[in-house]
């Protein structure tokens, strides 16, 4: 679902109906990736802590891309053929995964990006995974996304 669509949702259901339409979690998009030119290369940054926007400006399902391989993983990165494609030219062709834990909670692996990823401001080890969960901030290059799920959507986006 697009933005625009679960915005309209959060409107018109309350919190407890909203998160039964769109359960799940989700990457919710604070930083403007808009008027970047897209180059072959990855574009080595300085990350800087700017302030974030109060609202996302894009939300991603944090799920499988169909037909993807790998189903305990859920790629992140600048190329198309990933299971979520964060259009930046911070961000590295192929930048990290989500690593699917039993329970439904989940494991960040930067693989070995240009830029690196961090968790909450701090960076991360290559190849190391890292635990993630609602709540979190998580940076691939200068994209900051925070984690949440329906409710924290709803929160976010109301």
Known sequence: MTLETLTALAHSLTRE???ARAPGTFLAVMSSTEGLTMGFRTEIVRVASLPRPSTPLA?????????????DRISVGRARNCDIVLRAPSVSKLHAHFQVRRGGSYDL???GSH???????ARIAPQVPEP???????????????MVDGAGLY???R
Do not use: C, M, T, W
């Not at 830029?115 to 401001?121: F, I, P």
């Open 17 to 19: 109906q909203f998160v």
């Open 59 to 71: 939300v991603h399902a944090l799920v499988k891309a169909e037909g993807n391989p790998y189903p």
């Open 109 to 111: 692996v930067d693989l």
């Open 115 to 121: 830029n690196g990823s961090r968790v909450n401001g």
């Open 132 to 146: 993630v969960a609602a709540g979190d901030v998580v940076q691939f290059g200068d994209v900051a996304v925070q």
């Open 155 to 157: 929160s976010l986006i």
